[in-house]
T-cell receptor, first 118, second 111 residues
């Protein structure tokens, strides 16, 4: 199916475990983003990427790792999960113009992953 | 810190009334976008206004941008119960592809 999909939709993990959230888009969009959404904070940018093998830290990158070996995938890994990482995580992609290196089109969002760290 | 900040945080109106939400941002932008989020769902793009534009319309939506005041407003005319959602502004700074969001305005439209 065309679009952007996140998996899993729901995840419960224990403190200290490593967990990876997956994001896959079928449009070959250049830009991809990871956000977390918490009450009172809106959406906060964790990491973003302009193309395969190009990633940048956002507002709240500590405790997270990303990779982008293929254009269509942008997994987010919590190296050692903590309770403060309990949140809803959203992945997004945008076509943009990679050569221009700035956002000029809309972003498309996945349905989110609700992560609970116990 | 987040680039955009919406105001008000929450807004409750009667069906048929107009709803106005405001967004302020901190640095020079390429463009400003508005998104909508229904409860428990992902965000959906509504409209994008470029830094050299002052006003843009899309159906019942009207967006204005004042770069001198670093602010934007979203007007929803003749609101419907189905417009009940959270609305976010997002901006991309000049020379950057980082897309940052504000905290959102929660709109409730009462039938």
């Amino acid at each position: 199916d065309a679009g952007i999909t996140q998996s899993p939709r729901y995840k419960i993990t224990e403190t200290g475990r490593q967990v990876t959230l997956m994001c896959h888009q079928t449009w070959s969009h250049s830009y991809m983003f990871w956000y977390r959404q918490d009450l009172g904070h809106g959406l906060r940018l964790i990491y973003y990427s302009a193309a395969a093998d190009i990633t940048d830290k956002g507002e709240v990158p500590d405790g997270y790792v990303v990779s982008r070996s293929k254009t269509e995938n942008f997994p987010l890994t919590l190296e050692s999960a903590t309770r403060s990482q309990t949140s809803v995580y959203f992945c997004a992609s945008s076509g943009g113009t990679g050569a221009s290196y700035y956002m000029n089109t809309e972003a498309f969002f996945g349905q989110g992953t609700r992560l609970t760290v116990v | 810190s987040q680039q955009g900040e919406e105001d008000p945080q929450a807004l409750s109106i009667q069906e048929g009334e107009n709803a106005t939400m405001n967004c302020s941002y901190k640095t020079s932008i390429n463009n400003l976008q508005w998104y909508r989020q229904n409860s428990g769902r992902g965000l959906v793009h509504l409209i994008l206004i470029r830094s050299n534009e002052r006003e843009k319309h899309s159906g019942r939506l009207r967006v204005t941008l004042d770069t001198s005041k670093k602010s934007s407003s979203l007007l929803i005319t003749a609101s419907r119960a189905a417009d009940t959602a959270s609305y976010f502004c997002a901006s991309s700074g000049a020379g950057s592809y980082q897309l940052t969001f504000g905290k959102g305005t929660k709109l409730s439209v009462i039938p």
